[in-house]
Each structure stands twice: as structure tokens, then as C-alpha cells.
């Protein structure tokens, strides 16, 4: 059972344009969501994160937003660059025992064209 | 600034053989763990560990140890290995507060003929 989705294996944007990449989730206990992103051969970087408690968080041309009723969260970017392609994983946190879980999604391909 | 690394890059394994994958991290995290990446299957945790002596299991366990002597390293042992267990596998580490981020080193692909 897949706790946490990323139902767009991939995406195309123009250069300039805003890339939004969406994440759904199915446990109400999760309690922090990041957001990381893969370039090949490489392992995934820390992008940006959202407590729960919140409904958006921005840091610079990212933003993260939160819709706990409807257990979504996206990431936008604006304006998307063409060094913004790569594959971007959602993940969620929730505390387990003695210390926090994080569930990952699937990934989603952003491709930036020039 | 090295983070969390990991060796080998890459490794070619027969069925049955077995092989320890290093990964070391400088930043004195306690908490550290596993993870393989497989298509469409986005990054499933294997085994983690909070601290130095103590290891739990993860999603998909089986077919994996891991010890923990030390908090710097966290190597994680493959005792018979079978082409099921073909993928990239990632060593991640994080800080002790609820909203730290985990830490990633560059994958070990590992393939298993």
C-alpha cells in the first residue's frame, strides 16, 4: 500500500514557465513533508521542507503547499530553469518507534526545455 | 565537505556470492539507514539505525544485515545474493530533531547476474 504518491511519472516545461509537481498521501499522521531532488548518478538532495502545522513554505524559486484536508501537497517552481531537470521525490515523516520514518514517493521526471 | 559516502560505485555480484557496501558519514549524526531505489518503486528503506549498537528493520529487510560499532559508519551486508536484489542502493544519515532532512550519499548500483 502506497502511502505516499506521485501519480506523474513525468513532466515537460518550458524554460521560464512554472513547473508544479504533485504529491498525495494517504496516512493523516505524517508530520513533516520535504521534498528532494535526483540528478543521475548522483543520490537525492534536500530541496525544500513543510511542517504539518503549515500551509506553505517558500524558498526562493520553490514553494511548497499544503492541503492536509485533501492529504496534497505540490512543489512549484517559478521560473523553471533548464538545470531544474531531474527526477523529484516527495517524502513524508512520521515518528516511529524511537525515532522518525521517512515514506517516499515514486518520483516525478521534470524535464525543462530550452 | 564529504557527508555521507559510500563505496563501492558500482559492483557486479553472481548469485550466491555475498558483499558488504561501506557507507561512512563526517557530520556525527546519530540516525542512519538504508535505502534501495528500484523503477517505479521510488526509495524503499531497508534497515536503520539510531544510534551505535542499535539497528532496526525497514519496508523490505530480507536478504540484508547491518551492525552498527560505530556512529560514523553503517555498512550494510548482502549474505547471498540473488538477482532480486539488482538495484541502487543509498546510505542516508540525519540529524536528531524532528524536521532535520536526511542526507544522502551518491548510490552504490549494484548488479547481481
Known amino acids: 500500500d502506497q502511502q505516499v504518491k506521485q501519480n506523474s511519472p513525468s513532466l515537460s516545461v518550458q524554460e521560464g514557465r512554472i513547473s508544479i509537481l504533485n504529491c498525495d498521501y494517504t496516512n493523516s499522521m505524517f508530520d513533516y513533508f520535504l521534498w528532494y531532488k535526483k540528478y543521475p548518478a548522483e543520490g537525492p538532495t534536500f530541496l525544500i521542507s513543510i511542517s504539518s502545522i503549515k500551509d506553505k513554505n517558500e524558498d526562493g524559486r520553490f514553494t511548497v503547499f499544503l492541503n492536509k484536508s485533501a492529504k496534497h501537497l505540490s512543489l512549484h517552481i517559478v521560473p523553471s530553469q533548464p538545470g531544474d531537470s531531474a527526477v523529484y521525490f516527495c517524502a513524508a515523516s512520521v515518528r516511529g518507534t524511537g525515532t522518525y520514518k521517512y515514506i517516499f514517493g515514486t518520483g516525478t521526471r521534470l524535464k525543462v526545455l530550452a | 565537505n564529504a557527508g555521507v559516502t559510500q563505496t563501492p560505485k558500482f559492483q557486479v555480484l553472481k548469485t550466491g556470492q555475498s558483499m558488504t557496501l561501506q557507507c561512512a558519514q563526517d557530520?556525527?549524526?546519530?540516525?542512519m539507514s538504508w535505502y534501495r531505489q528500484d523503477p517505479g518503486m521510488g526509495l524503499r528503506l531497508i534497515h536503520y539505525s539510531v544510534g551505535a549498537g542499535i539497528t532496526d528493520q525497514g519496508e523490505v529487510p530480507n536478504g540484508y544485515n547491518v551492525s552498527r560499532s560505530t556512529t560514523e559508519d553503517f555498512p550494510l551486508r548482502l549474505l547471498s545474493a540473488a538477482p532480486s536484489q539488482t538495484s541502487v542502493y543509498f546510505c542516508a544519515s540525519r540529524g536528531d530533531t524532528g524536521d532535520s532532512p536526511l542526507h544522502f550519499g551518491n548510490g552504490t548500483r549494484l548488479t547481481v547476474t
Open positions: 557530520m556525527n549524526h546519530e540516525y
